[in-house]
């Protein structure tokens, strides 16, 4: 009798193990599902306002057109990201707009009437924060698929995850090459502060 209740009392402790992680296992891939798509509201968010941006910037676009061409890339790409809704196209597109800003910080603070106009800096602004929440979003992606891939490998819960065919995320790539892994000369400059 003794065993028997021994036995059973294992059985469903195992049992509960067993639900415990299979369930973790689940929520992690849910958020790590929820947080690839609050990175495509970012990009939506983005999107919404470059074209905003364009038009206070147009006015003053006789001596900067450098500024209207990246906006026009950037939302373009925004788009496209959009439609395709694959991570690696939003996370492509983000990786676009990543690069924009600082530029376009660099073009608005050297010419004095962009820097002047406050809709323009309104909107840099905007467009500075929608990328911080990017990156914070990313980072966030980047954190729950390494809790989810460590957990597949981890023993006893690999075992759970093996029964139930669980599979390693991808999470975000992150470019190994192009123009955001080189820093130009312009970059390597101290700012200029004028007070």
């Given amino acids: 009798m003794q065993s028997g209740l021994l036995i059973g009392i294992l059985v469903v402790g195992a049992a509960v193990y067993v639900i415990s992680v299979y369930n973790g296992l689940q929520i ?15 990009l939506k968010r983005q999107a919404s306002l470059i074209p905003n ?3 206070a910037v147009k006015g003053h676009l006789k001596q900067e057109k ?18 395709s809704g694959s991570a690696a196209d939003i996370e492509s597109a983000a990786s676009k707009i990543a690069q924009m800003v600082p530029k376009m910080q660099i073009l608005v603070e050297s010419n004095p009437e962009l820097k002047s106009d406050q809709t323009i800096g309104k909107f840099m602004s ?7 929440k990017l990156m914070y979003a990313r980072r966030t992606v980047i ?15 690999s075992i759970v995850a093996g029964i139930f065919g669980f599979k ?11 123009e955001h892994m ?3 000369t312009s970059e390597m400059k101290d700012p200029e502060v004028k007070l």
């Fill in 168 to 178: 390693p995320e991808k999470g975000i790539d992150t470019p190994t090459s192009g």
């Fill in 182 to 184: 080189s820093v130009s």
């Fill in 143 to 157: 954190d729950l698929t390494q809790n989810f891939n460590q957990k597949l490998v981890v023993f006893p819960s």
């Fill in 28 to 42: 992690l891939k849910t958020q790590i599902t929820a947080s690839i798509q609050e990175i495509g509201n970012q």
């Fill in 126 to 132: 905007e467009l500075t924060d929608t990328a911080d």
């Fill in 66 to 83: 450098d500024i209207y061409q990246m906006l026009t890339d950037a939302r373009k790409s925004v788009e496209a990201a959009q439609e």
């Fill in 53 to 55: 941006l364009q038009a």
